[in-house]
């Protein structure tokens, strides 16, 4: 359940430009998507590893093995399978933008950059005005971003290339490794407090 949520994370993530119309979003909004998108994302698997190592529960009881390695392996499992669906994902959807999608991608650039560029300029004569009004010193008042330009914008929403999908790749095994790492460290955390009753491994009753 948590890798599918992991899946449509990615899948919003990475294909954004098929469900957003330049032409009727704010440029605040498209300012935001550029700028946290990929932010949010990360977080949201991060969530979803975590949430998934949270509610595992071992199945199968290796006799000798403490409760709380078995928590460890199974928090790593659930983890890891979580960014090993949203790598695949992230690996296809890269593919699909440097080929099939790569004009859509390139026009959503093209219309989204003049709108990001004018409301990221419009904040930058604001907070000027604004620092003026209160009587910032001169120093104050030109200490800000230089404009932002069209071009150096559209060159940042364009669609990956071919040769970024190693690059995609090499991203999939960090993540699992990330992933893994943190969701056996949640396992194992799990296993230091007294366990409840629920999570208790359940043994047959001693014949006398």
């Not at 935001?32 to 998108?37: E, F, G, L, N, P």
């Not at 949010?40 to 529960?57: G, K």
């Amino acid at each position: 359940m948590y890798g599918l949520a992991g899946v449509l994370v990615a899948l919003a993530s990475d294909l954004y430009f098929l469900f957003v119309d330049p032409a009727d979003t704010p440029g605040w909004v498209l300012a935001a998507i550029a700028q946290y998108r990929t932010r949010l994302a990360l977080a949201l698997f991060l969530f979803l590893a975590i949430l998934a190592a949270l509610r595992v529960r071992p199945t199968r009881l290796d006799p000798g093995v403490p409760y709380r390695s078995l928590l460890l392996r199974d928090g790593a499992l659930a983890a890891t399978v979580v960014a090993v669906m949203v790598g695949i994902t992230l690996f296809l959807t890269t593919a699909l933008q440097a080929t099939l999608l790569a004009g859509t991608a390139h026009d959503y650039a093209g219309q989204a950059a003049p709108k990001i560029v004018s409301y990221v300029n419009e904040v930058r004569i604001e907070i000027r005005q604004e620092r003026k009004a209160r009587g910032a010193s001169p120093e104050k008042v030109r200490d800000l971003p230089p404009p932002a330009q069209v071009g150096v914008v559209e060159a940042t929403l364009q669609p990956p290339s071919i040769r970024d999908l190693g690059r995609s790749m090499a991203n999939f095994v960090l993540r699992a490794v990330l992933l893994g790492t943190l969701g056996g460290l949640v396992g194992a955390l799990r296993g230091r407090p007294t366990l409840s009753d629920d999570e208790k491994p359940r043994r047959a009753p001693r014949r006398e």
